[in-house]
């Protein structure tokens, strides 16, 4: 796999990108993959120079809450830190529209899943304009002072967001789960007809799904807009799950080894006196 295939660095057609790779072996050469990326990031948190940020967009039953799950599964419970945005609270309404990302990011030695992100400020509203007036941005009156320009504008600030973090020592990598409309068909017809999956299904999952062509504008037009050499957006195809979960894990590995995490050295003292401290504890 080369994953720089799936990077998004010139102008991109999401009807003409592919939703479906499938890898043999996909999830025995996650299981590998997984076990690397949890002695990096053990290796990260010693360093406590860097913490990373994984930004998972898609639309519904893209995978995003599995892939977390397996992705995940082998780094230690201290060095991962997983948060889903829901719709804003009263209390997140009354800030900018950044405010309550910015406080779930994780901490220089972890590593940070938002399972979706400030993206969905400039694209579920985008789809539903109505939503943005719960801000009572001073400027907006109505939807119709809402256009294009708005959004660009935002996605401009959520550039400006993105490098203060790279420069402060957050990797962010961001990643859209290319999902077909007819697999999101399937995975809601499965969600209906296995009893224990019941719980997953909403009515609501139908109505967006009505609005597919324009998420897939503001998806596109996002991505061709927000991808940055130091916040790129990598596009997975997300039909298959096992091969999208396992092209995540491979693009996060090759990501972390770039930068050569090293573990602290005892100071000299400490290490001058390391034969003394054996001596002292054998001798209790």
């Known amino acids: 796999m080369n994953t720089e295939d799936y990077i998004v660095k010139k102008p991109i057609k999401l ?20 076990r690397k990326i949890s002695k990096l990031q053990d290796t990260m948190y010693a360093e406590g120079k ?11 039953t893209s995978g995003k809450d599995s892939l977390i799950r397996e992705v995940f599964k ?15 609270t009263e209390l997140e309404l009354k800030h900018d529209f950044l405010w309550r990302h910015y406080i779930a990011l994780p901490a220089k030695g972890k590593i940070g899943v938002f399972n979706r992100t400030h993206y969905e400020n400039v694209l579920v509203t985008r789809v539903h304009p109505e939503y943005i007036l719960s801000e009572k941005i001073p400027t907006i009156q109505s939807i119709d002072n809402l256009n294009d320009e708005f959004y660009h504008d935002r996605m401009e600030r959520i550039n400006a967001f993105e490098n203060h973090l790279t420069k402060n020592g957050t990797i962010v990598l961001k990643f859209f789960l290319n999902l077909s409309k007819d697999e999101q068909k399937n995975r809601l017809l499965r ?17 967006e799904r009505k609005l597919w062509s324009k998420y897939m504008f503001c998806y596109q037009d996002l991505l061709n807009r927000t991808s940055k050499e130091n916040a790129p957006w990598f596009v997975i195809p997300a039909d298959d799950k096992p091969t999208a979960r396992l092209l995540l894990a491979d693009i996060v590995l090759e990501e ?20 003394d401290f054996k001596t002292q504890l054998n001798n209790e």
């Open 15 to 34: 009807l003409e990108t592919s939703t479906k790779e499938v890898v043999e072996d996909a999830k025995g050469k996650l299981k590998k993959i997984r």
């Open 74 to 88: 082998d780094v230690n419970a201290r060095g991962v830190e997983v948060h889903s945005f829901k719709v804003p």
């Open 256 to 275: 972390m080894k770039k930068y050569n995490f090293k573990e602290p050295t005892l100071s000299k003292k400490d290490t001058e006196q390391l034969a």
């Open 50 to 60: 860097y913490g990373m940020l994984i930004c998972l967009q898609g639309m519904d």
């Open 191 to 207: 969600r209906l007809q296995i009893p224990e999956k019941n719980w997953k299904f909403s009515s609501g999952d139908l109505k």
